[in-house]
């Protein structure tokens, strides 16, 4: 039987705060990303992690896309734990570790 993590119940919150709330650079790439339109993968956004909220990832990939989006820190920063430090803008991405 496979082991299921649970996600803190207020992860799930914070992750549905920032889809209703995202940026416009956000947007724009859920919009290239969504409904399958990157090689076929389904990509989510904002989504709980453990105790972390990643930007996008296509679980069946292995690849989380984490961007770094220039914007005041504080109250926008609250739930993405390690992805909100420098907000220059990149992506990032890893199967196996970054």
Same mark, same amino acid.
């Given at each position: 039987?496979?082991?299921?993590?649970?996600?803190?119940?207020?992860?799930?919150?914070?992750?549905?705060?920032?889809?209703?709330?995202?940026?416009?650079?956000?947007?724009?790439?859920?919009?290239?990303?969504?409904?399958?339109?990157?090689?076929?993968?389904?990509?989510?956004?904002?989504?709980?992690?453990?105790?972390?909220?990643v930007?996008?990832? @296509?679980?069946?990939? =292995?690849?989380?896309?984490?961007? !770094?989006?220039?914007q005041?820190? /504080? &109250? +926008? @920063?609250r739930?993405? =734990?390690?992805?909100?430090?420098? !907000?220059?803008?990149?992506?990032? /991405? &890893? +199967?196996?570790?970054?």
């Amino acid at each position: 039987m496979p082991h299921h993590h649970r996600i803190p119940p207020k992860t799930t919150t914070n992750a549905r705060t920032l889809r209703r709330n995202a940026t416009h650079p956000e947007r724009v790439l859920w919009y290239a990303l969504r409904n399958r339109q990157v090689a076929g993968h389904k990509f989510r956004r904002q989504y709980p992690v453990g105790s972390f909220i990643v930007d996008f990832c @296509c679980i069946e990939a =292995g690849l989380v896309v984490r961007g !770094r989006w220039p914007q005041p820190r /504080g &109250a +926008a @920063c609250r739930g993405r =734990g390690a992805a909100c430090g420098d !907000r220059d803008g990149g992506v990032s /991405g &890893a +199967a196996g570790g970054e």
